[in-house]
Nanobody, 124 residues
Framework: QVQLVESGGGSVQAGGSLTLSCAAS????????MGWFRQAPGKDREGVAL????????YYIDSVKGRFTVTQDNAKNMVTLQMVSLKPGDTGMYYC?????????????????WGQGTQVTVSS
């Protein structure tokens, strides 16, 4: 069973920065894509950023473009999400997940393993 462990969450003021990390228990190069998703209180979980593991492409939802950057470290089996200029609307539980086969996808049902999440709280 693959394990994904997120870390790096915390509480910051608007305009602040955080870097989230997702450590996988096996080589991430076995995945097609790894994604970051978030769930705000009372809302559905949504995709935030995806990283094409075997290529250079990354994908973002419009609300985080220019502020979030997703990168991978194959040697550490890790994917990170750098977040700057944080806004209160970025508050939520952030999860990483892995997808094997096919192509990149925002469909959460395509993802296999999920981490336990790390909380991000942005105050105004």
């Amino acid at each position: 069973q693959v394990q994904l462990v997120e870390s790096g969450g915390g509480s910051v003021q608007a305009g602040g920065s955080l870097t989230l990390s997702c450590a996988a228990s096996r080589s991430i190069y076995s995945y097609t894509c790894m994604g970051w998703f978030r769930q705000a209180p009372g809302k559905d979980r949504e995709g935030v950023a995806l990283k094409n593991i075997r290529g250079t492409y990354a994908y973002y939802i419009d609300s985080v473009k220019g502020r979030f950057t997703v990168t991978q470290d194959n040697a550490k089996n890790m994917v990170t999400l750098q977040m700057v200029s944080l806004k209160p609307g970025d508050t939520g539980m952030y999860y990483c997940a892995d997808k094997s086969g096919g192509s990149w996808s925002w469909d959460q049902s395509d993802y296999n393993s999920w981490g336990q999440g790390t909380q991000v709280t942005v105050s105004s």
